[in-house]
């Protein structure tokens, strides 16, 4: 199994920035794609954004492209979320999972965290 532990994330106002951070445990690999999913009230969870093993093939949801980026260390099993212009409509829990590809993030296989909590204020 992989754990998953996120951190970074806080209360900002809107159009401020914040950068997440997420370490892989447990039976991780550099191959495995990597992505960052959030959850808001009463919606459900949703892909924001998705690396694969090599940083080249990376998505990223309508609505936050142009305004989020993703990265990651392969020699630290860590992938971030760098997020900037942030709208209250970001506000979310965020959370990042392991999957087989960016295209199969649907199939995220590791264990869910208790994920950061992303608060923008208007």
């Known amino acids: 199994q992989v754990q998953l532990v996120e951190s970074g994330g806080g209360l900002v106002q809107a159009g401020g920035s914040l950068r997440l951070s997420c370490a892989a445990s447990?039976?991780?690999?550099?191959?495995?794609?990597m992505g960052w999913f959030r959850q808001a009230p009463g919606k459900e969870r949703e892909l924001v954004a998705a690396?694969?093993?090599?940083?080249?093939?990376?998505y990223y949801a309508d609505s936050v492209k142009g305004r989020f980026t993703i990265s990651r260390e392969n020699g630290k099993n860590t992938v971030y979320l760098q997020m900037r212009s942030l709208k209250p409509e970001d506000t979310a829990v965020y959370y990042c999972?392991?999957?087989?590809?960016?295209?199969?993030?649907?199939?995220?296989?590791?264990?869910w965290g208790q994920g950061t909590q992303v608060t923008v204020s208007s």
């Open positions: 999972n392991v999957g087989p590809s960016v295209a199969t993030m649907s199939r995220a296989f590791g264990s």
């Open positions: 447990g039976r991780t690999s550099s191959t495995y794609a």
């Open positions: 690396i694969g093993w090599s940083g080249s093939s990376t």
